[in-house]
């Protein structure tokens, strides 16, 4: 079984800044390792697996946590 | 800089109605000259109430059948088929709500693509409705909408020419093929295309906004082909009436109907500079802008429209730096819109919505004007990504 993902929480952030916060983290991760976003702005949803889709990155779906919208990206490189 | 020519002009000025850096056009031009002309004759000579039977009356009548004619000549239809509203949003919605209140025994459901203008999909949301994906570049995907509309209960369906964000053409003459043999009304949101392209035939209801081909605003279009059943929406309308109730701004429907005469005399002609201005942007913001996302399709689109996303950049800031700049752009991030949502057609394609502009130029844009754009816009991304520091991310 997989280990439990690391949590990126940036409920209260407003877009772009929940991506570009994503997108300093996830090279902290090993290959394979999961990052779990939090984010309550609008834009998060579909940004997430867009920037995922641009940077070849995989978005493995929408996982809600602590009352917050979270958004599951493994580090594929 | 300042812009050439300053703000619009009136009547007698030439050919050139807009300020320059204007890319805007999707959300409405300047009034053309020749709209002005046709609404100064008609203020001076058409101001009486068409509906009275004295001399001014009558006078008023003949200018509003004749504007009625204009419209139904570009539109190929018959001028008992054109109505007249406050907005094209009054007329989307007005085609939407009368048909389905029509068909009410054959079904209540809408069928929409789930780019439509929010007017239809507001229209369409007050009861049942089933909202057809598209795929990456815009496009309705056609086979999930012939078995949509041909599924029991529908009232109507609902298509928009081309998007009015990302500029993709939609495929309505095979949606009509299925929609006829559905025995399904489509009803067409031709706003962005009325004026640039032609529509193609097979629909039963169009509307369509003036403002958007150069004709003053507050003037929307109503088009219901004979045989269609369509209940006026509005309380208190004459049953066989398609015009909006309430007092028509006469001078207004003049000059829509002599601007359509006027842009569509021209669409052709400029169909081809402006797609190759729209490919010279869409190349070089590609090659000029690194993390760029250039959306929509690049070949089966509005000649005159085309949106990207920058990554990591605020679509507000963005919009505020090239104003600076001397450019009037749109944005479909969610920071610029006033409900803090990312536009909806964005989210229906799955591209990045931050970041996000939409460029559509004025049929009479100078070249000069779009390479000026596209010589700051580099300099004006980095800036702002050195500013959040993002570069490198």
Known sequence: MNAEPEVLDCRGQRCPLPVI?????????????????????????????AWCRLRGQEYLGRVDADGAPGFDVRRTG | MLGRH?????????????????????????????????????????????????????????????????????????????????????AAQAAVRGIRAARRRAGETVVHSAIEHSAVLHEAASGPSVSVPVDRLGRVDAGAFAAAVGAPGVALAALISASHEVGTVQPLAEVARSCAAAGVPLVVDAAQSVGRLPVPDGWSALSASARKWGGPAGVGILVVRKGVRWTPPWPGAEPAGLDQPGGLNLPAVVGAAAALRAVAAEAAAQRDRLHELVDRIRDRVAASVPDVEVVGDPVDRLPHLVTFSCLYVDGEALLHALDRAGFAVSSGSSCTASTLRPSHVLEAMGVLSHGNVRVSLPSDVDSAEVDRFLAVLPGIVADLRAEAGVVGL
Not at chain 2, 66 to 75: F, H, P, V
Request: net charge positive.
């Open chain 1, 21 to 49: 916060a994503l997108a300093r983290r996830l090279p902290g991760l090993p290959v394979g390792g999961v990052l779990r976003v939090l984010a309550d702005d609008p834009a998060a949803a579909n940004d997430i697996p």
């Open chain 2, 6 to 90: 300053g703000r619009g002009v009136g009547p007698g000025y030439g050919r050139v109605v807009g300020p320059s850096g204007y890319f805007d056009a999707a959300a409405g031009l300047p009034t053309h000259p020749v709209a002005w002309q046709a609404m100064q004759a008609a203020a001076g000579d058409g101001w009486a109430d068409p509906g009275k039977l004295y001399a001014a009356g009558r006078r008023a009548r003949q200018l509003l059948d004749a504007a009625r004619a204009a419209l139904a000549e570009q539109l190929r239809v018959r001028p008992d088929e054109v109505g007249l509203c406050a907005s094209g949003t009054a």
